[in-house]
């Protein structure tokens, strides 16, 4: 039985592990247009401030305590020619990643996808902006338990789709705040790390 679970694992360079996961982004470009009061943080000059002061040292990455890989879909529809019906792909689809963030004393958090959601719509007059204004790219890496990146997939032109409500309770004492954000994009792609891939 052991010699079973030896050849086993030794058919495996090693495996992932759900707790070890890596995320990578900023904010976008910023909107060229001089900003409303409503609006300031989020005009290129103050993506560029922001996104130093909220997520210098990368604290938003590192506050992300749950995420998700994303699934692409393959969209069929039924084709009947000279025999039983059988499906045939026509699109793709993507669905959006929620990200879940433990929110610090000043929610940093919260007020960083703020600052991106703004530069999304125009919140005096409900206007939107250009895509190349407020899209950005998010890394999501696999890890290994020495921190290598070994897998990981980009999704680009990301901008966040929904900020999650914060729930107050006088029973959580000792449990920190969570934020989610949920994420929409065009699409992702997968990106290996390592130099040789598939070491055996």
């Given at each position: 039985m052991s010699a079973d679970i030896t050849n086993f694992l030794s058919k495996f360079s090693g495996f992932a592990r759900p707790n070890r996961f890596l995320?990578?982004?900023?904010?976008?470009?910023?909107?060229?247009?001089?900003?409303?009061?409503?609006?300031?943080?989020?005009?290129?000059?103050?993506?560029?401030t922001n996104s130093a002061l909220?997520?210098?040292?990368?604290?938003i990455q590192i506050s992300c305590h749950t995420c998700t890989m994303p699934a692409r879909t393959l969209m069929t529809h039924?084709?009947?020619?000279?025999?039983a019906p059988f499906r045939v792909p026509y699109s793709q689809q993507y669905e959006p990643v929620t990200f879940s963030f433990y929110s610090g004393r000043y929610h940093e958090q919260r007020h960083f996808f703020e600052i991106w959601q703004t530069a999304v719509v125009n919140l005096n007059d409900n206007s939107?902006?250009?895509?190349?204004?407020?899209?950005?790219?998010?890394?999501?890496?696999?890890?290994d338990r020495n921190n290598n990146k070994t897998y990981g997939v980009r999704l680009y032109n990301a901008w966040p789709m929904a900020i999650g409500e914060l729930?107050?309770?006088?029973?959580?004492?000792?449990?920190?705040?969570?934020?989610?954000v949920t994420m929409e994009y065009k699409l992702w792609k997968n990106n290996h790390y390592t130099t040789t891939i598939y070491p055996q």
């Open positions: 995320l990578e982004f900023s904010l976008p470009k910023g909107i060229t247009a001089t900003g409303t009061w409503l609006n300031t943080e989020s005009t290129a000059a103050g993506m560029i909220l997520n210098g040292n990368g604290v039924p084709h009947v020619q000279h025999g939107f902006n250009f895509l190349s204004e407020y899209c950005s790219n998010i890394d999501i890496w696999q890890l729930q107050y309770n006088y029973g959580e004492n000792n449990t920190p705040l969570s934020i989610t």
